[in-house]
């Protein structure tokens, strides 16, 4: 039987780095939001003991595919547990709408979509925080997708606590390039001592992005689009980009703007939700089994 999974888009509402660790990484505060928009994929449980992926990307092979390694990683955890056989598989086809390098968090909220359904399809027991676990080794946003929750995101992103922020129509928009998050991060002029301070304090505050200046200033059309969205609405960078975003009260105001866009901008309108559709999809099924 085919099952259809959201892997919806998410935004960082505001994303301020507090230092840097011992380990290179860095600490951060960030608030998390899903968005009414995203990949889509078709997952057939199957008794053939392998993961097919009938969508492969481009130039990424399977081992290095962040869908493939997520059922990998939960085959292996719950055939240690005993409760799945080793029959169990899966073929999943993925229809991919987010840009890679855009922040929007595609492959992360990939993994966590073909986690939570097949956790539910092959009946593996396993608790949000156990999949959770496996996530993370996959990357630092995979457990907020998983979580499926809005969330304020501190450490590396790993310590998430529930928060509501307003669910605000966005006009997101892409400037056609796509950025690497570790050339942001190394890069000396990006600002590192933001104050830490309480969810309800930045709450109150105009949001911000730290990686913003620094991805402006190294790639032209970032800044280009942004300062032709500073015009309409608040707008800012997501994640560490290249996607920006601009805030709006309602779905018309946000399509206005949209219909003005220069040609060169590839961009779409979502509303933003602090319950996530995947997690409104597996209600769903729960409800009708």
Same mark, same amino acid.
């Given at each position: ?16 780095? =507090? ?6 990484? @860095? ?5 998390? #939001? ?16 392998? !993961?097919?992926?009938?969508?492969? $990307?481009?130039?990424? &092979? ?5 869908? %493939?390694?997520?059922?990998?990683? $939960? ?16 073929? !999943?086809?993925? +229809? ?11 492959? &992360? &909220? ?7 359904? $097949?956790? @539910?399809?092959? #009946?593996?027991?396993?608790? %949000?925080?156990?999949?959770?676990? !496996?996530?993370? /080794? ?10 499926? @929750?809005?969330?304020?995101? +501190? ?8 928060? +509501?922020?307003?669910? /605000? ?24 001592? &933001? ?8 709450? #109150?505050?105009?949001? @911000? ?34 996607? %920006? ?17 220069? /040609?060169? !901008? ?19 099924? /729960?409800?009708? =089994?």
């Amino acid at each position: 039987m085919i099952t259809t999974w959201p892997a919806p888009a998410k935004l960082n509402l505001f994303l301020y780095i =507090t230092g840097r660790r011992a380990d290179g990484y @860095h600490n951060l505060q960030t608030l998390f #939001q899903f968005l009414d928009y995203g990949d889509t994929l078709e997952i057939t449980p199957d008794s053939s003991g392998k !993961i097919t992926l009938l969508t492969p $990307l481009t130039g990424v &092979s399977d081992d290095e595919n962040l869908i %493939v390694r997520a059922a990998q990683a $939960l085959k292996t955890v719950a055939a240690a547990r005993g409760t799945l056989p080793a029959q169990a598989g899966a073929s !999943i086809a993925l +229809e991919k709408v987010l840009p890679m390098g855009g922040g929007l968090g595609g492959g &992360s &909220s990939d993994a966590a979509t073909v986690l939570v359904a $097949l956790n @539910h399809l092959w #009946q593996t027991g396993l608790s %949000v925080a156990e999949l959770a676990t !496996i996530g993370i /080794k996959l990357g630092a946003d995979v457990p907020v997708f998983i979580g499926g @929750h809005a969330a304020f995101a +501190e450490g590396v992103g790993e310590l998430l606590q529930p928060a +509501e922020p307003a669910e /605000k129509w966005y006009l997101v928009a892409h400037p056609g390039v796509s950025i690497a998050t570790p050339d942001l991060f190394c890069d000396p002029e990006l600002t590192r001592d &933001s104050p830490i301070r309480t969810l309800d304090e930045l709450l #109150q505050r105009p949001f @911000h992005n730290d990686c913003e200046a620094v991805a402006r200033k190294r790639f032209r059309k970032v800044d280009e689009l942004l300062s032709w969205l500073l015009e309409y609405a608040p707008s800012r960078l997501t994640g560490t980009g290249a996607c %920006v975003f601009a805030e709006f009260d309602t779905e018309s105001d946000a399509r206005q703007v949209l219909e003005l866009a220069p /040609k060169w !901008i590839c961009g779409f309108v979502a509303r933003g939700l602090n319950l996530s559709p995947l997690q409104r999809t597996l209600s769903g099924l /729960k409800a009708s =089994t």
